[in-house]
């Protein structure tokens, strides 16, 4: 069974400026990787698939990056609507699996 | 515009049973998979189960394995899961999600989910 790990557990970001969100996999789960954003009372939403590819209406300024164990995603310039908890979850083994989540708060 | 609405949550005393629902809209269900991903409270994601479009295929977590049953009606456009001997740590808000069409298991649509509390 994987396990996901993601750091850190909580993340302090100035509006404008940049996050760094990590996720590592136990082994190797290739570039089937999913993050997913949730903000309170509401349900996760997909932003990122196949470790890099933004799902539809997902703004730029959301990326990703990585294969095998290792994986970012990346806020380039945080907006008051982007401070939620983020997801990973790797899709290439059974049963599928979420990291515990990075929670973006307001610096 | 996709839309999944879960239903059948509630208060359950452990060794109870629950069957949770969820209808579906605004794509052709039959032609999707379809999952059950749970969260408890204050607490972080837990994949739960999952079924393929055509009912055959279905994957459970090891935690509910054995006492769970995911099915779907394709006519109705509905997406159940029986859980069965439900113990204090099944309690979380139950999230039914359309499986990503094309290349992998991961879940596009959500619902907002129905809370399932087990407490005497």
């Known amino acids: 069974e994987i396990e996901m790990t993601q750091s850190p557990a909580t993340l302090s970001v100035s509006p404008g400026e940049r996050a760094t969100l990590s996720c590592r996999a136990s082994?190797?789960?290739?570039?089937?990787l999913a993050w997913y954003q949730q903000k309170p009372g509401q349900a996760p939403r997909l932003l990122i698939y196949?470790?890099?590819t933004r799902a539809t209406g997902v703004p730029a300024r959301f990326s990703g990056s990585g294969s095998g164990t290792e994986f970012t995603l990346t806020i380039s310039s945080l907006q008051s609507e982007d401070f939620a908890v983020y997801y990973c979850?790797?899709?290439?083994?059974?049963?599928?699996?979420f990291g515990q989540g990075t929670k973006v708060e307001i610096k | 515009e996709v839309q999944l609405l879960e239903s059948g949550g509630g208060l359950v005393q452990p060794g109870g049973s629950l069957r949770l629902s969820c209808a579906a809209s605004?794509?052709?269900?039959?032609?999707?998979?379809m999952s059950w991903v749970r969260q408890a409270p204050g607490k972080g994601l837990e994949w739960v189960s999952a079924?393929?479009?055509?009912?055959?295929?279905?994957?459970?977590v090891d935690s509910v394995k054995g006492r769970s049953t995911i099915s779907r009606d394709n006519s109705k456009g509905t997406l159940y899961l029986q859980v069965n001997s439900l113990r204090a740590d099944d309690t979380a808000v139950y999230h039914c999600?359309?499986?990503f069409g094309s290349g992998g298991y991961f879940p596009e649509y959500w619902g907002r989910g129905t809370l399932v509390i087990v407490s005497s």
């Open positions: 979850q790797q899709y290439n083994n059974w049963p599928r699996a």
């Open positions: 082994q190797s789960v290739s570039t089937n």
């Open positions: 196949g470790a890099s």
């Open positions: 605004g794509f052709t269900f039959s032609n999707y998979a």
């Open positions: 079924i393929s479009a055509n009912g055959v295929s279905t994957y459970y």
């Open positions: 999600a359309k499986i």
